[in-house]
């Protein structure tokens, strides 16, 4: 039993000392193994054979010799970037958005899919493999070089253990997904919400960098909210929180139908869609319902210009109730919101005012698309920032 132990808080321990080596050279690179040792806290010999172990996996390389302070030039030490790659993946209604990326977070290749309705969660695994293949072709990356697969997906899911517990668009319902799509594909994943995917992209290289507390709102074929507080994200007890969709906003009539909440049936993208129908304007769902509302009011409908109010009031509570409870240092506003006309985000900001005692700042969702794969890329690297590919820790 003490012998078991050991070895497990030796791997531990040395997992650890990998991790710290890597983080320096990312944040300082080209650094020699002594300069290593002064910033990891360990030992000369422990950065010597880590060091040699790393450059051996092709996570570090050599890059010539550094100035001398007296003695021999140290030899300079850099993380590879290209050593191994991961892949994100998002999917937001009949849409799935794929790209590869280094493991310094760039993304180097994307594909988009349409996929055919109704979705369920064989077609979605088919598309995921079609798309890797598709990925790993354009970017000239063999299989075994992919650390692991990060997947944002519309519903409740559980992030620990690849579980999702609440997805209607899918049929994924209390599954164990993440298991799923790594048994098809032969990688490790990481699941998460697709909100919170977003999130994290805009936190880490958007709107939200440099910010400590903030709250991502996403109005697309649904709507949903992604809270980072402290800089740490906040996905609540069941890994629920954010799930503002089913706030109590709109028609009684429509609670949960289709799986979907009240909030977001009315106004999502399709439920503003259906508002328009029931007043006699054609909209089309696959352009931006916003803009073309603004086209309508225009050319003088009176129709349109209510139904606008409508949506700004009924977003403006929506924010009210999040941000009255979090007190967020920024709030962005993504998917469609991201075409509010000036007037339409100062209508937004005065009656947030009006309602709440603190306004946080506002800003428009800065990467759009790409929000949700760099957020997908980053989770991976979160979880397997020392990993080799196929093996998670």
């Known amino acids: 039993m003490n012998g078991k132990g050991k070895t497990g808080n030796t791997k531990l321990v040395k997992q650890m000392n990998r991790e710290g080596i890597l983080y320096q050279l990312r944040q300082h690179p080209r650094l020699s193994r002594a300069e290593l040792s002064v910033r990891t806290k360990l030992s ?54 794929m790209a590869i990326a280094d493991l310094k977070g760039e993304l180097l290749h ?18 995921l493999e079609f798309n890797l293949d598709k990925l790993l072709k354009k970017s000239g990356f063999d299989r075994d070089r992919v650390i692991g697969m990060g ?35 032969g990688i490790p994943v990481i ?37 980072i507080i402290d800089k740490q994200f906040y996905r609540g007890s069941k890994e629920a929180a954010g799930e503002i969709g089913y706030m109590l906003i709109g028609s009684q009539r429509s609670r949960k139908q289709d799986g979907f909440g009240l909030f977001e049936k009315n106004y999502s993208a399709a439920g503003i869609c259906e508002k328009a129908a029931a007043l006699g304007l054609v909209l089309d769902a696959e352009r931006s319902v916003l803009q073309q509302l603004y086209q309508l009011d225009l050319k003088g409908s009176e129709e349109a210009r209510t139904l ?20 967020p240092e920024l709030l962005i506003l993504s998917g469609e919101m991201v075409n509010l006309s000036e007037e339409g985000l100062q209508r937004i900001q005065q009656l947030l005012t009006e309602w709440v005692p603190v306004v946080p700042e506002i800003r428009l969702a800065f990467l759009r698309k790409r929000a949700g794969l760099l957020g997908a890329v980053h989770s991976v690297l979160e979880a397997f920032p020392s990993a080799q590919p196929g093996r998670s820790n």
């Open 308 to 327: 606008l109010e409508d949506v700004y009031s009924s977003w403006a509570s929506g924010i009210a109730n999040t941000v009255s409870v979090l007190d």
């Open 191 to 227: 699941l998460d919400n697709d909100v919170n995917m977003m999130t994290l992209g805009e936190f880490y290289g958007g709107a939200g960098s440099g910010v400590s507390s903030l709250v991502y709102m996403y109005v697309g074929t649904g709507i949903g909210a992604g809270i």
């Open 151 to 185: 997947v944002g997906l519309p519903g409740i899911t559980q992030k620990r253990s690849g579980t999702v517990s609440y997805a209607p668009s899918t049929g994924w319902m209390n599954l164990p997904v993440g298991r799923e799509i790594e048994e098809r594909l």
């Open 110 to 127: 994307s594909v988009h899919s349409r996929l055919n309705q109704p979705v369920n969660g064989d077609s979605a695994l088919r598309a």
């Open 44 to 97: 000369r010999p422990c950065v010597s054979s880590l060091v040699d172990e790393m450059i051996h996996e092709g996570l570090i390389h050599e890059v010539g010799a550094g100035e001398s302070k007296g003695g021999r030039k140290p030899i300079l030490l850099e993380y590879n970037v290209q050593a191994y790659t991961v892949v994100g993946a998002v999917f937001e209604g009949s849409e799935l958005e």
